[in-house]
């Protein structure tokens, strides 16, 4: 997850949630889903809600393809600062009395 500006002068940004797999021979990201506005998502739940409800199911049932159901784990998370911050709940590195 990483919150990106679009423009150095707009205040527009994008706040991508990017996957990989790792088992595929080419470790090529995609995306999963986007927000775009004029700031972070503002609610944390409705950001991560689809994504969270997709993947559990993802890990549950796997997917099927040609007739042969694959299955996933979760390797890792990765996030710039700020997304990290957002998503811990906490005050980011720039923060007021962060560290």
């Not at 707009?10 to 506005?37: A, D, V």
């Amino acid at each position: 997850i990483d919150g990106l500006p679009l423009f150095r002068s707009s205040n527009i940004q994008f706040w991508p949630i990017l996957g990989l797999i790792k088992s595929f021979t080419q470790n090529i990201p995609f995306t999963i889903g986007i927000f775009c506005g004029t700031s972070k998502p503002m609610s944390l739940e409705k950001f991560l809600d689809n994504f969270i409800n997709e993947l559990h199911n993802l890990l549950e049932e796997g997917i099927e393809f040609n007739n042969k159901t694959y299955r996933e784990e979760v390797h890792s998370f990765v996030c710039d600062a700020p997304a990290k911050a957002y998503l811990k709940i906490i005050k980011s590195h720039g923060g007021y009395s962060s560290c």
